[in-house]
């Protein structure tokens, strides 16, 4: 275990367009502009990592898009911000609609002065040139500890999240209303080997949705997953977009007449979902109906307060060093999710 306060890898990387991703001004051209050298690669080499991308160009709109398909990359690029606005402005934006630590957000920019004024709004970001492209691509924090198919397939799973934020924000009714319609089914499971990697990552990458900020390595994970005396879960989601990938962990650890929940992490894109709510009250539905107490760990972050509310909703109230749940008044599962909980996890449900 290792706390994951450390220096983070990168998530995103937002890139200038003019003199950056090509050569020139576009508005000063009369003719599509050529790419930079090692930019195709560079782009191509990061979503295969999983390493999201976006724009913060100061330029119009819809030649500046024009030009991107006209080089077949505009897919590559997630809530791009094309317009006359401060750049700092602009990735506070990308980070907002990502849901991600700007902490872990890269910007290539040919200016000094856009990378100075980025860094004087946000220090935490890590800010490059044009000329370190051929070199980007062999750093350490641009390349994740393991290529999982949820890394190839990251820029998928969040060009759907756009489809499912827009039909969101054009449904009229309550939230609940609105969950019925994506026909979600929320997978518990009990870890494979094949599932270590993505939970390592999953350790690393959650820093917000995380009750300890503590990180594991798959084989420590492999570890508690041959213990008799721990369960290691993995949590999958789907809806009619698709599938969210893996999208929360739990380790239990069984003791005499109790189960403790050392970790439980969720993905920040199913913040709104309800999966935490839906994970516990089953969690405790199961001890109940298992004649078992439930404990939880929890360690204070910088960042993690919204799990600590999710514990609270839940019926969790300190108790020394842990949070102690009484198992009285456990909620009915929504309707709005089908829940289905691998028989391997021996959950007996009421």
């Known amino acids: 275990m290792s706390d994951s ?19 020139g001004v576009l508005l000063e051209s009369d003719t599509l502009p050529q ?14 990592r999983g390493i999201l991308q ?14 991107l398909a006209a080089h077949g990359l505009d897919q590559y690029f997630l809530y791009s911000q094309i317009n006359w606005n401060a750049k700092s402005d602009s990735i506070g934006t990308i980070a907002e609609r990502l849901n991600i630590g700007l902490d872990t957000f890269a910007f290539i920019d040919d200016q000094a002065f856009e990378r100075d004024e980025v860094l004087s709004v946000h220090p935490q970001v890590r800010a490059f040139s044009e000329n370190s492209l051929a070199s980007l691509s062999g750093r350490p924090d641009f390349n994740p500890l393991y290529l999982t198919e949820d890394a190839k397939n990251r820029r998928q799973m969040y060009q759907k999240e756009e489809l499912r934020t827009k039909a969101q924000d054009d449904f009229k009714g309550p939230q609940d209303a609105f969950l019925r319609t994506l026909d979600l089914k929320l997978q ?6 094949e599932d270590l990697h993505r939970a390592e990552e999953l350790t690393v990458r959650t820093n917000q949705l995380n009750t300890t900020g503590v990180t594991y390595s798959a084989s420590q994970l492999g570890e508690l997953l041959a213990s008799e005396q721990h369960q ?13 990938g893996a999208i929360g962990l739990l380790l239990i650890s069984e003791q005499p007449g109790q189960w403790c929940v050392d ?73 709005y999710m089908q829940l289905s909980i691998d028989d391997a996890m021996h959950w007996r449900l009421p």
């Open 35 to 48: 790419l930079r050298s090692h930019v195709r690669e560079l782009i191509e080499a990061l979503d295969q």
């Open 188 to 193: 518990l499971k009990r870890a494979s080997k």
């Open 5 to 23: 306060t450390a220096h983070p890898r990168i998530k995103c990387v937002v890139w200038d367009l003019d003199n950056t991703i090509w050569d």
């Open 263 to 335: 970790l439980f992490l969720m993905s920040c894109r199913v913040m709104s979902r309800g999966v935490g709510g839906v994970i516990l009250t089953a969690l405790r539905m199961v001890c109940r109906n298992q004649g078992l107490k439930l404990a939880a760990q929890f360690r204070e972050t910088d960042r993690n307060r919204l799990m600590l509310i999710t514990y609270r909703f839940a019926g969790f109230q300190h108790d020394g060093d842990l949070l102690l749940n009484d198992l009285s008044k456990i909620p009915a599962l929504p309707d």
């Open 232 to 244: 290691v879960i993995v949590a999958e989601l789907t809806d009619k977009y698709g599938s969210y």
């Open 54 to 67: 976006s724009v913060a160009s100061k330029n119009e709109p819809e030649p500046a898009m024009a030009a």
